[in-house]
C-alpha cells in the first residue's frame, strides 16, 4: 500500500445522508433556490454586515485553481460612491442601448423590459468582484492564477445563494466595460471587474419580470448516460 500522502489530512466534518433524507434535503433546497429572482427594484434599508460577511465567507469557501483564490470582493453601502457607479454605469448602458448593442442582443434582452436606467445602484448595498489575474507574494513576486474566470463565476454562485438562503434578493449586473470599478473601488489593474453584484431588500411592491422566472425544461438540458 502506498504511503498517506504526507500533506493531506483527515476530511473533517463529513456527514452521510440516508437516501430518503437525500431526497428530502434536495427537495428543500431545490423549492428554496426556485424562488430567488433577479430584482431590480430595492428599498434603502442597509443590509446588516455580519450577514454581509457571513455571506462572503461562504463565497470564499469556493474552489479555485490551485486554491490560490483569485478574487477581492468590494462591499459599498457609501451614498457618494454608489452615485458615481450608476453615473458611469449609466454612460456605458446609455451606449449600449442607444446603438452599440446588436439588434439581436437588444431582441433577447426585450422581454425583461430592461433600459439604460440604473437606479437600483443607488438603493441597495454593491458587491464588486474581481478577477485577479495573478496574485502577490510578500516580496512583490507574482504567483499565476490559474482558471480564474470559472473559479470567480464559482464563488459569485456560492455568494449568490448564500444572500438568497438570509432573504435577501440580488441582481448580477454588467455594464460593459466596468473598468470604471477599479478606479472607484480603488483596486489595481491586474484585477479585473467580473461582475457587480446588487443585493439588498425588494422595495415593498417590487415587480419582476415574468419572462425571467421560467425555466428550460431539466428534459432539454441534460443528458443521462447510465
Ligand atoms: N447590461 C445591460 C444589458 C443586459 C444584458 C444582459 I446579457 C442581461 O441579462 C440583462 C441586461 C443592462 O443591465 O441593462
Known amino acids: 500500500m502506498a504511503a498517506d500522502k ?27 433556490m426556485k424562488l430567488r429572482r433577479s430584482v431590480r427594484e430595492y428599498d434603502d434599508r442597509p443590509v446588516p454586515e455580519d450577514v454581509i460577511r457571513n455571506c462572503l465567507e461562504t463565497a470564499i469557501t469556493a474552489p479555485s485553481g490551485a486554491n490560490l483564490q483569485p478574487w477581492h470582493f468590494t462591499v459599498i453601502t457609501d451614498a457618494a ?39 437600483f445602484l443607488e438603493h441597495a448595498t454593491l458587491i464588486a468582484i474581481f478577477a485577479q489575474r495573478h496574485g502577490e507574494l510578500p516580496d512583490g513576486r507574482r504567483v499565476k492564477h490559474y482558471y480564474v474566470p470559472e473559479s470567480v463565476g464559482i464563488a459569485t454562485g ?27 473601488c480603488e483596486r489595481p489593474d491586474s484585477e479585473k471587474p467580473y461582475l ?31
Request: hydrophobic share 35%; proline share 6%; with cysteine.
Open 81 to 119: 460612491k454608489k452615485h458615481q457607479i450608476r453615473t458611469e454605469a449609466e454612460v456605458e448602458e446609455r451606449e449600449f442601448y442607444s446603438g452599440k448593442a446588436p439588434q439581436e442582443w437588444l431582441d433577447a434582452l426585450s422581454p425583461l423590459g430592461t433600459d439604460e436606467n440604473k437606479s
Open 158 to 184: 456560492f455568494l449568490i445563494s448564500a444572500l438568497h438562503n438570509v432573504g435577501l434578493v440580488t441582481l448580477t449586473h454588467t455594464p460593459s466595460p466596468m473598468n470604471f470599478l477599479n478606479q472607484i
Open 6 to 32: 504526507p500533506v493531506w489530512k483527515d476530511l473533517e466534518g463529513y456527514h452521510e445522508y440516508d437516501a430518503p433524507e437525500m431526497t428530502r434535503r434536495s427537495a428543500e433546497y431545490l423549492a428554496q
Open 196 to 226: 457587480l453584484l446588487v443585493c439588498g431588500y425588494p422595495a415593498a411592491d417590487c415587480k419582476v419580470p415574468a419572462f425571467g422566472g421560467t425555466r428550460i425544461g431539466l428534459d432539454e438540458k441534460v443528458t443521462w448516460i447510465k
